[in-house]
């Protein structure tokens, strides 16, 4: 199948997928719904999945680690609430993906993978695709990036036991944290605002994430 056929059959698959599972179920973002449908999600994913890259639901992508379902990266990026010119920090870089979803969005994204050759997977393809605006690390996540913090928004793609302090303190005035909190086996997606000293919590419901591992998550 040619180059040209492949890429049309994958933007159906894209619109088809922002139709039916993002906006049909409720995000409303049109930053984030066009991004949605304009990342190739299929160059994510091993070759043998992708024709299944636009589905509605999770894929594996080795390590035992998955590619979250596209309404769950969509519903995660509308919760971070972006702006063109903020500065984001992904834990869990994975597959690559949500990093790229975000990286269309804002200034700068900092992602962090503990594993390495999902890191080395993921930096192949943001070059491939020319998203220079993305910086990977391997690292153990979990401590966060100190040293570019503060930073606008985080947003933990693996689930705590509870959220680590130090990653509230990396965000500045005005800042939101995105992440799933609880049990290895359910979770709550949470959504943290710091308004001064102050943080602001609300819960945005049940979820499911692989286990955040490193010092301050789960342990192996």
Same mark, same amino acid.
């Given at each position: 199948?040619?180059? %040209?056929?492949? /890429? ?15 906006? +049909?179920?409720?995000? !409303?973002?049109? @930053? =984030? ?9 299929? $160059?994510? =994913? !091993? ?18 680690? &998955? ?12 919760? $971070?609430?972006? !702006?063109?010119?903020?500065? =984001?920090?992904? $834990? ?11 990286? #269309?969005?804002?200034?700068? =994204?900092?992602?962090?993978? #503990? ?5 080395? @997977? ?6 491939? *695709? @020319? ?15 100190? /040293? /570019? ?9 693996? +689930?705590?036991? /509870?959220?680590? &302090?130090?990653?509230? %303190?990396? *965000?500045?005035?005005? +800042?939101? *944290? ?20 102050? $943080?602001?919590?609300?819960?945005? +419901?049940?979820? @499911?994430?692989?286990? *955040? ?8």
């Amino acid at each position: 199948m040619g180059m %040209d056929v492949l /890429e049309r059959k994958y933007a159906r698959q894209r619109e088809e997928m922002v139709k039916r599972q993002i906006a +049909g179920r409720g995000i !409303s973002d049109p @930053r =984030v719904l066009k991004v949605m449908g304009e990342v190739p999600r299929h $160059l994510f =994913v !091993s070759e043998a999945l992708m024709d299944r890259a636009y589905g509605d639901f999770p894929l594996p992508i080795g390590e035992r680690q &998955t590619i979250s379902q596209p309404f769950i990266v969509s519903e995660m990026t509308q919760a $971070l609430g972006l !702006s063109p010119d903020d500065r =984001v920090l992904e $834990l869990g870089t994975g597959s690559g993906y949500q990093a790229a979803i975000l990286s #269309r969005l804002v200034y700068r =994204v900092y992602t962090i993978e #503990r594993i390495h050759t999902l890191y080395m @997977r993921a930096r192949k393809v943001f070059d491939t *695709l @020319r998203y220079f605006n993305i910086v990977p690390r391997f690292s153990d996540g979990t401590t966060g990036w100190p /040293e /570019e913090a503060p930073f606008d928004a985080i947003i933990v793609t693996a +689930g705590a036991p /509870e959220i680590p &302090t130090h990653l509230t %303190d990396q *965000l500045a005035d005005g +800042g939101r *944290l995105v992440m799933p909190v609880g049990g290895a086996d359910t979770q709550d997606l949470l959504r943290i605002t710091r308004a001064g000293n102050e $943080l602001v919590h609300e819960n945005m +419901g049940k979820c @499911r994430f692989v286990p *955040l591992i490193g010092e301050f998550g789960w342990k192996e």
